[in-house]
């Protein structure tokens, strides 16, 4: 099982990124994004339930960040938008074998594979 997070950039605040996840190995319930800043402990931004349809976000990132899976893979995007410095963490895919309804936050400890981060840096 892989996961390969991609996308990330140098940005300006306003500007927008798409971040992808390729996943290889097998099919997942849910899947999530997290991201961790400097000195600040791993934290959920969003996540996604295996049909796609069901969506949960952190509070900070409602209205300006969308989670989507592809349909015939297990790819797993989030779209960035409207970006704020404080937007900038290294971020992570995460998958889940378990059944996960898409209506709360996941936990970093409830995940169970982790893809490489992609860093974000946002400048003001």
């Known amino acids: 099982v892989q996961l390969q997070a991609s996308g990330g950039g140098l940005v300006q605040a306003g500007d927008s990124l798409r971040l992808s996840c390729a996943a290889s190995g097998r099919t997942f319930s849910g899947m999530g994004w997290f991201r961790q800043a400097p000195g600040k402990e791993r934290e959920f931004v969003a996540g996604i339930n295996r049909s796609g349809v069901r969506k949960f976000y952190t509070d900070s990132v409602k209205g300006r960040f969308i989670i989507s899976r592809g349909n015939a893979d297990s790819a797993l995007y989030l779209q960035t938008n409207s970006l704020k410095p404080e937007d900038t963490a290294v971020y992570y895919c995460?998958?889940?074998?378990?059944?996960?309804?898409?209506?709360?936050?996941?936990?970093?400890?409830?995940?169970?594979?982790w893809g490489e981060g992609t860093q974000v840096t946002v400048s003001s």
């Open positions: 995460a998958a889940m074998s378990k059944a996960y309804g898409g209506n709360y936050a996941l936990s970093p400890d409830g995940m169970d594979y």
